[in-house]
């Protein structure tokens, strides 16, 4: 007889620049990894998110040593961009009929989800910060909650862009005398120039509106932080804190829709960090976020961040779909960022 086939668990964590994707075997235990460029449909059309899915599943199984043609049992994507269950149809019926040795089950949902599934058992919430931002939770039930993630021109607050977004805004109606800053803001204004390079107020026209990159605007943000650290500039530290703030309205906004099975485990409401702002500037934004949490329902609150690729979590919801149960132990996945009360007003 045919010795039994081995079963290759594929995921694939998906971002709106660039993408991760790893196999796992029956034991969840890692096979390979591999990288490969953004796979947002929004950004790239469902076509080129297929084709993009499909060279970098190809790229892990070579990685991984499985023949191309050979499918996974299962491959779990999360993606940026994949909320609608019309476009989650959408991927998979692409990737069946154009590139039908991928898998034999498929199962499509929004980045988030994959985090969440990464970070936790049953259920949590998830808040994110990075170019943009955002806040899901997921009750142990499966109903879903946001709050947030409407992008720069509706939303996004507390993210890389509109951290950038406020330290610019606030130097410019200074500098018009609109408004009256809250701090000095000579080192900001220095930064700003620097960063975009120019030397009249005229010129950041042009980043911010002919040539517009969102992306790029958000990554003034590194260099914020690094003034509020080093020179601890009283404006770059206040911009965080304010930062924190919504951050934290944001974890507020969804309390009253948190099963109270998540408020009641041992060390409170568990929350996921996601994203490069809240991971590296944590120590700026926690004050504020903290702040913004006292006086409500929660007592306690964990707060941790991931310390592998949220493809894990994709696995995992792949397995499911195909009627498995990866075993895996998630708790090495995260490392601790805070726990403990929000403290009292």
Not at 269 to 294: K, M, N, P, Y
Request: net charge negative; charged share 20%; proline share 3%.
């Amino acid at each position: 007889t045919m010795e039994e086939r081995r079963k290759y668990y594929g995921g694939v964590q998906g971002g709106g620049t660039q993408s991760d994707a790893i196999i796992l075997d029956e034991n969840g235990k890692l096979l390979s990894e591999a990288q490969g460029s953004c796979t947002n449909p929004w950004l790239v059309g469902f076509e080129g998110c297929v084709d993009n899915l499909s060279t970098l599943i190809a790229d892990a199984k070579r990685n991984a040593g499985i023949p191309v043609d050979e499918p996974l049992e299962s491959l779990g994507m999360a993606l940026s961009g994949g909320e609608q269950s019309e476009a989650q149809e959408k991927i998979i019926t692409g990737l069946q009929g154009k590139f039908p040795n991928t898998s034999r089950h498929y199962c499509v949902r929004t980045d988030t989800f994959g985090s969440i599934a990464t970070a936790f058992q049953t259920g949590g919430m998830v808040l994110i910060s990075g170019t943009g931002s955002n806040c899901e939770l997921l009750n142990p039930d499966g109903s879903t909650h946001r709050c947030g993630g409407w992008g720069h021109v509706l939303g996004d607050e507390g993210s890389g862009f509109w951290i950038a977004h406020k330290a610019i805004k606030i130097v410019y109606d200074a500098n018009d005398g609109l408004a009256v800053p809250p701090y000095d803001v000579t080192v900001v204004k220095g930064l700003i120039w620097n960063y975009f390079k120019i030397k009249q107020p005229f010129d950041i026209l042009d980043f911010l509106y002919t040539n517009f990159k969102k992306s790029f605007i958000a990554k003034l943000c590194k260099e914020l932080a690094e003034a509020a650290r080093t020179s601890r500039d009283p404006l770059a530290l206040h911009i965080f804190k304010e930062a924190g703030i919504v951050l934290g309205k944001h974890i507020k906004a969804l309390l009253p829709k948190a099963d109270q099975s998540l408020l009641t485990t041992p060390g409170g409401l568990h929350v996921l960090a996601v994203g490069s702002v809240l991971t590296h500037c944590w120590d700026l934004l926690q004050e504020g976020l903290l702040e913004a949490l006292r006086g409500s329902d929660i007592s306690t609150i964990t707060i941790v961040k991931l310390k592998v690729s949220s493809a894990f979590g994709a696995a995992v919801l792949g397995s499911k779909a195909a009627g498995s149960v990866l075993n895996i132990d998630l708790s090495t996945n995260t490392s601790l960022l805070y726990s403990g009360s929000p403290g009292v007003m």
